[in-house]
């Protein structure tokens, strides 16, 4: 009766959606007669809902499952499925970690005996997930092609036996992908060894290709048609785990519950697909539940909504490649020159480059319709840094300077990825960002001096930097970390760093490509590309609506990325010697797409995915690279027409050298003022919500700041303060613990920025936070310098101990924030005891340490911060006698080891390991079974950047006199990182920091969800709703005149439930 209840509430607030969202539900009833064919089924006439494809890491897609369940039910109320029993999945009695074929053959021993005792010819929809979770996308390609064709033989024995043993039967396959989870990752080893950018690259192409073989399969077997009453169809679109699909900043639609924006896709791809429809800028991120129409009315089958994904992309006209080199004088200087200002073609020795995967040459020679292929990194015909073959047939920079210098070095050739000898000084990295920019310039400069065909100190250099591609295509997914502040301050690290290390250097610093006139691509289906991969590579670009705000901030980024770069270097912070210099080569500012005759774009410019570039693209970009060079300052041509048909240029009589400011007598823009000096490492607060709950809560997952009565915090070093405030050697065993960044409470928010100075503008009354005047232990920091995760269980014991016995709290009432930060020393400490510092060991002591906080303590909430990438101590430089001498002691297998042995690439891989185990553990149920106890991670130090200084040197202004224990600032700089990491949803926490100074950082709880935010309450779109039965997909506006058209339909739907239910009976 109470299951009744709640689907009448449901169909009710259903019937009030259809009529406020202008979605009339008026074809949802069952046909009046079971329908002969599977063409004319309705959603209303299906009885049995079934699954196959899910196994035991399926809890997210058994959410959404369950979600659709509960919705078929209201259109067909006597709807039987596995989640409309308790016992859930295993319904059917076989385990989910079965496969395919043997689940197809359990559904259908189950399904057959439904339906032996159906007589009234009702329906089965069967739904087959295909997981992509069980491939490794970053294996080799052969590998992947050999698994993608497993894959698709698999479904076609389980669709086969399904189409042997059922009738009446509808079989929809839809692909799922679970993202990217610890899970996998243990299954995936490469993963570790992958970059985060090249592993979305190389994951949605594997997604798009498989997809595309399933659409293959299904029409090379005709839908699988067995007579009228039995069918199968893909769904249109993959399901992605995690993945919004908006293209609107993130914080436009962080309230909504990811699970029901993937239940509503799975639930459309179902449906014929509707015609396309204008929506305002304002409604189009409002998820809205769509209903069969009078002309849409039936579950999708290929006869009545034929797919569209099998279209190829015509094969177009190979063209030549190569350049002629019009230019009679290729000699280089008499004499080697000293200056860059003097520097001619002919003398440049050595070719690098850095960036992404147009530097790295992804897919540049990749057929039309070989989408995998793209992975390919087809280095050596890569525009910028490229040397196969010759000019005449292939068209690079380096081909052309190897007409003035046969002994140019440092090109790539053939392909491969970064780590492959034949890359050579290429060090782009498919997916790249900014961000990865300097590590791929250490790496860089590395190989340069290590190199026997490079005279590293005589030797002129040619390097090339682009990017920014990538960081666009992100932007609406984090606006924080791609800002233009960022970018600028990435490629500035970047830049400093080759200032201060590489003598003798040009530095071709191309303007990011102004992308939004690729959109073309994507909007015009006469082109046949594939539209859904290039939503998933540049989602923030091709996915708003023309003339929309999101797509109008998109391009005041993009303009601002190009026009930083003029700041950066115009301040002349490069040109201080005589021996290097950056020139900004502006000619992708403004592009213009290749047309055919009849006026569509060009698709040979591009590769397979129609994102990437094809060969002829990189001819041209070559081309207008070199051109650029030789182009004065000022005079440079900064717009790109790709159908245009130009020569090279040769070096000018008058002033045959490579352009800079000083040869071509440009004179650079004002610096900008001064900034005005730091008094102190305090914040601003703007937060006006002080307010604590009404009354106390007890349930951690309402818990607001103001409820905070209690501070405490475990860990090493780092957490007591060790050496924050320091100036020489003598101070540095010294415990400031006042200043600590998650315990600290010395002065006021506004000079010494800690986690507690933040809680006590919401609680005065905050205790346990720890000061510098204490000589003896009243605070709750029960941290110890050189601890390891062994010691933890200790210090939480201890912990409980001091908290019994305080007098002034009420351990069993007062609600308490514990922050653990632990593992800095195991990892420092790792080379020297590897069984007692494993992954393995560190998180048995992590996970006895929680355990016993969850057995013992009530209402805490429990902050665990993630180990932090430790190899960034390894840039932090001075010269003093603490750095020389200390850094090293105090992380020995960190400091120790050179940056290119095998023991750095372990003790960075055992790094990662530290992450993924304290993932794992989290991601799962262990600490869930309590209100009052929740084990939050913060993951802020999961990527770490620390500034540099004008020199290109870290600036050691966040580090203590021994150059690896944390000062006062890089201490306020963590509890910003760790406070605004608190007011995160799970899922979407920011996962680095890269201490930048700012006093107004410091964000606010949100107005709609004012509380700390829990796995739970991250789920919930308003954690204060008391209706379980109202989901976030049903944009309920109240209204009398809508409840009437929901009883209204409560009424008719139950009177059809009931006439179906007397007619079985008379049968």
């Given at each position: 009766?109470?299951?009744?209840?709640?689907?009448?509430?449901?169909?009710?607030?259903?019937?009030?959606?259809?009529?406020?969202?202008?979605?009339?539900?008026?074809?949802?009833?069952?046909?009046?007669?079971?329908?002969?064919?599977?063409?004319?089924?309705?959603?209303?006439?299906?009885?049995?809902?079934?699954?196959?494809?899910?196994?035991?890491?399926?809890?997210?897609?058994?959410?959404?499952?369950?979600?659709?369940?509960?919705?078929?039910?209201?259109?067909?109320?006597?709807?039987?499925?596995?989640?409309?029993?308790?016992?859930?999945?295993?319904?059917?009695?076989?385990?989910?970690?079965?496969?395919?074929?043997?689940?197809?053959?359990?559904?259908?021993?189950?399904?057959?005996?439904?339906?032996?005792?159906?007589?009234?010819?009702?329906?089965?929809?069967?739904?087959?997930?295909?997981?992509?979770?069980?491939?490794?996308?970053?294996?080799?390609?052969?590998?992947?092609?050999?698994?993608?064709?497993?894959?698709?033989?698999?479904?076609?024995?389980?669709?086969?036996?399904?189409?042997?043993?059922?009738?009446?039967?509808?079989?929809?396959?839809?692909?799922?992908?679970?993202?990217?989870?610890?899970?996998?990752?243990?299954?995936?080893?490469?993963?570790?060894?992958?970059?985060?950018?090249?592993?979305?690259?190389?994951?949605?192409?594997?997604?798009?290709?498989?997809?595309?073989?399933?659409?293959?399969?299904?029409?090379?077997?005709?839908?699988?048609?067995?007579?009228?009453?039995?069918?199968?169809?893909?769904?249109?679109?993959?399901?992605?785990?995690?993945?919004?699909?908006?293209?609107?900043?993130?914080?436009?639609?962080?309230?909504?519950?990811?699970?029901?924006?993937?239940?509503?896709?799975?639930?459309?791809?179902?449906?014929?697909?509707?015609?396309?429809?204008?929506?305002?800028?304002?409604?189009?991120?409002?998820?809205?539940?769509?209903?069969?129409?009078?002309?849409?009315?039936?579950?999708?089958?290929?006869?009545?909504?034929?797919?569209?994904?099998?279209?190829?992309?015509?094969?177009?006209?190979?063209?030549?490649?190569?350049?002629?080199?019009?230019?009679?004088?290729?000699?280089?200087?008499?004499?080697?020159?000293?200056?860059?200002?003097?520097?001619?073609?002919?003398?440049?020795?050595?070719?690098?480059?850095?960036?992404?995967?147009?530097?790295?040459?992804?897919?540049?020679?990749?057929?039309?319709?070989?989408?995998?292929?793209?992975?390919?990194?087809?280095?050596?015909?890569?525009?910028?840094?490229?040397?196969?073959?010759?000019?005449?047939t292939v068209t690079t920079l380096p081909n052309i300077l190897r007409?003035?210098?046969?002994?140019?070095?440092?090109?790539?050739?053939?392909?491969?990825?970064?780590?492959?000898?034949?890359?050579?000084?290429?060090?782009?990295?498919?997916?790249?960002?900014?961000?990865?920019?300097?590590?791929?310039?250490?790496?860089?400069?590395?190989?340069?001096?290590?190199?026997?065909?490079?005279?590293?100190?005589?030797?002129?250099?040619?390097?090339?930097?682009?990017?920014?591609?990538?960081?666009?295509?992100?932007y609406c997914e984090n606006s924080l970390l791609y800002s233009v502040e960022n970018y600028v301050g990435f490629l500035q690290e970047s830049l400093d760093y080759l200032f201060k290390e590489v003598p003798r250097a040009f530095v071709n610093l191309v303007e990011p490509l102004y992308i939004t006139p690729l959109r073309e691509m994507y909007t015009d289906t006469s082109l046949k590309c594939p539209t859904w991969l290039m939503s998933m590579l540049c989602p923030c670009v091709v996915l708003p609506e023309a003339d929309s705000v999101a797509l109008k901030e998109l391009e005041t980024i993009n303009r601002g990325y190009q026009q930083s770069l003029h700041g950066l270097i115009e301040s002349g912070r490069y040109d201080t010697r005589t021996d290097f210099t950056v020139v900004i080569q502006p000619f992708l500012r403004d592009i213009t797409l290749p047309r055919l005759e009849d006026g569509r774009a060009d698709r040979s410019f591009f590769s397979a995915d129609c994102f990437h570039l094809s060969r002829k693209a990189h001819t041209v970009m070559a081309r207008s690279l070199w051109n650029n060079m030789l182009e004065p300052l000022g005079s440079k041509t900064s717009s790109q027409d790709f159908s245009s048909n130009f020569d090279l240029k040769c070096p000018a009589n008058a002033s045959p050298f490579i352009r800079t400011y000083k040869n071509s007598d440009y004179i650079y823009s004002e610096l900008p003022s001064t900034p005005e000096p730091i008094l102190n490492w305090g914040s601003d607060f703007a937060c006006g919500n002080f307010a604590p709950s009404e009354s106390q809560p007890t349930s951690v997952h309402k818990l607001r700041p103001s409820d905070i009565q209690v501070m405490a915090a475990l860990g090493d070093s780092f957490t007591t303060g060790t050496g924050a405030k320091s100036n020489d050697l003598f101070q540095l065993d010294q415990e400031f613990k006042g200043v600590s960044w998650s315990i600290g409470g010395d002065q006021t928010l506004e000079t010494v920025t800690t986690l507690p100075n933040i809680l006590k503008k919401f609680n005065s009354n905050l205790k346990g936070f720890s000061k510098d005047e204490e000589q003896v232990q009243t605070g709750f920091n029960m941290a110890a310098a050189g601890a390891k995760s062994s010691d933890l269980p200790a210090q939480v014991q201890a912990l409980i101990k001091a908290m019994k016995e305080n007098k002034e709290m009420n351990y069993e009432t007062d609600w308490k924030l514990v922050t653990i930060f632990i593992g800095t020393a195991d990892i420092c400490n790792y080379c020297l005891d590897q069984n007692n510092l494993s992954p393995k060991k560190y998180i048995d002591n992590l996970m006895l340490s929680l355990d016993k906080l969850y057995e013992e303590m009530p209402r805490v909430l429990v902050n665990l911060v993630n180990i932090m990438q430790m190899d960034v101590f390894k840039t932090v430089k001075k010269d003093t006698l603490g750095c020389s001498l200390l850094q090293s002691s105090s992380c020995q297998c960190i400091i120790g080891p050179h940056s290119s042995s095998p023991q750095f690439e372990e003790i960075k891989l055992i790094n990662r390991n530290y992450q993924t185990e304290i993932e794992y553990l989290i991601s799962g149920d262990r600490y869930d079974g309590k209100e009052d106890f929740a084990v939050v991670l913060q993951p802020f130090f999961h990527y770490s950047f620390f500034p540099q200084t004008g020199t290109g040197e870290t600036d050691t202004s966040f580090f203590s006199v021994d150059c690896f224990h944390m000062s006062e600032r890089a201490h306020a700089e963590m509890a910003i990182a760790l406070w605004n990491n608190m007011l995160e949803p799970v899922g979407r926490k920011q996962t680095y920091n890269n201490f930048t100074h700012d006093r107004s950082k410091i964000n606010c709880p949100s107005e709609t969800s004012p509380f700390i935010r829990t796995k739970i309450n991250s789920q919930a779109s308003s954690p204060e709703s008391t209706s379980t039965t109202v989901q976030v997909w049903v944009p309920v506006v109240a209204g009398v005149a809508s409840l009437l058209v929901g009883a209204l339909i409560c009424f008719l739907i139950m009177s059809i439930v009931q006439r179906k239910k007397n007619k079985r009976g008379g049968n």
């Open positions: 009766m109470e299951r009744i209840f709640e689907q009448l509430v449901l169909i009710s607030l259903l019937g009030f959606t259809c009529v406020t969202a202008g979605l009339p539900c008026t074809q949802s009833f069952p046909s009046q007669q079971s329908p002969l064919t599977a063409d004319k089924v309705r959603p209303s006439d299906i009885s049995v809902l079934s699954y196959i494809g899910l196994n035991e890491q399926s809890t997210e897609l058994s959410t959404v499952l369950s979600k659709l369940t509960e919705l078929m039910t209201l259109l067909s109320p006597g709807l039987t499925s596995p989640f409309s029993n308790e016992k859930g999945f295993k319904t059917y009695g076989f385990p989910q970690h079965s496969g395919l074929m043997d689940q197809a053959k359990e559904v259908s021993k189950y399904l057959l005996s439904k339906q032996d005792s159906d007589k009234n010819g009702d329906w089965t929809l069967v739904l087959l997930f295909v997981q992509l979770d069980q491939l490794c996308a970053c294996d080799q390609q052969q590998q992947i092609s050999s698994h993608l064709k497993s894959v698709v033989k698999e479904v076609d024995g389980a669709v086969q036996l399904l189409r042997s043993k059922l009738r009446r039967t509808l079989v929809s396959v839809a692909l799922w992908d679970g993202g990217l989870d610890t899970v996998q990752k243990k299954m995936c080893p490469c993963m570790l060894q992958t970059s985060e950018g090249e592993l979305k690259l190389q994951r949605t192409i594997l997604t798009h290709t498989l997809q595309e073989s399933l659409g293959e399969l299904m029409s090379q077997k005709h839908w699988y048609r067995n007579g009228d009453d039995f069918t199968v169809t893909l769904q249109e679109t993959p399901l992605i785990k995690g993945l919004s699909s908006t293209g609107k900043p993130l914080g436009e639609f962080e309230s909504l519950k990811h699970t029901d924006e993937v239940m509503l896709q799975l639930w459309r791809n179902l449906l014929q697909p509707m015609a396309a429809q204008h929506v305002s800028d304002e409604k189009k991120y409002i998820e809205t539940l769509l209903c069969p129409t009078e002309d849409r009315q039936f579950l999708r089958t290929e006869a009545n909504a034929p797919s569209s994904r099998h279209s190829k992309a015509d094969n177009p006209v190979q063209t030549y490649s190569g350049t002629d080199m019009p230019c009679e004088d290729l000699s280089p200087s008499p004499s080697v020159p000293n200056s860059v200002h003097e520097l001619r073609p002919g003398d440049i020795k050595v070719v690098a480059a850095v960036g992404d995967s147009l530097t790295a040459g992804n897919g540049i020679a990749s057929s039309p319709n070989n989408v995998l292929d793209v992975i390919r990194q087809y280095r050596g015909l890569s525009w910028s840094i490229g040397g196969d073959e010759n000019l005449t007409h003035f210098n046969h002994n140019v070095t440092g090109y790539s050739l053939g392909i491969g990825d970064q780590n492959n000898p034949k890359a050579f000084l290429n060090q782009a990295v498919p997916g790249g960002k900014s961000r990865d920019i300097p590590s791929q310039v250490r790496t860089l400069v590395s190989k340069m001096k290590s190199d026997p065909n490079v005279n590293f100190e005589n030797d002129w250099k040619v390097i090339t930097i682009f990017i920014g591609g990538n960081d666009v295509c992100a």
